[in-house]
């Protein structure tokens, strides 16, 4: 009954910005870390951001800095905000429920269907 939708994905040139959203639904309470992770062909699927129920955030070195994950409880949404776009950002962006600020998929129990993000240069 949980739900993971993801939107805000597109087609952006190197240096742009980019706003990713998450909606959650079957949840009945907030007590719960969410992350983004993204995947490209042939790729393992890669860890981006993540933030618990507290706020505590960690991020994968390649964007830290470029990137903020963010949670209104209140909208049952999650955010990832993406600054400075590289063409390395190219990929298919999961939203994740249910893990932990480690950043391991296997550890995140509900997963959204993805959103492409393309960056060009």
């Known amino acids: 009954q949980v739900h993971l939708v993801e939107s805000g994905g597109g087609s952006v040139q190197a240096g742009g910005s980019l706003t990713l959203s998450c909606a959650v639904s079957?949840?009945?309470?907030?007590?719960?870390?969410m992350g983004w992770f993204r995947q490209t062909p042939g790729k393992e699927r890669e860890g981006v951001a993540a933030?618990?129920?507290?706020?505590?955030?960690n991020y994968t070195d390649s964007v830290k800095g470029r990137f903020t994950i963010s949670r209104d409880n209140a909208k049952h949404t999650l955010y990832l905000q993406m600054n400075s776009l590289k063409p390395e950002d190219t990929a298919m962006y999961y939203c994740?429920?249910?893990?932990?600020?480690?950043?391991?998929?296997?550890?995140?129990?509900?997963w959204g269907r993805g959103t492409q993000v393309t960056v060009s240069s």
């Open positions: 994740a429920a249910e893990g932990t600020l480690f950043l391991v998929a296997v550890d995140f129990g509900y």
């Open positions: 079957g949840f009945t309470h907030s007590n719960y870390c």
């Open positions: 933030i618990d129920s507290d706020g505590s955030t």
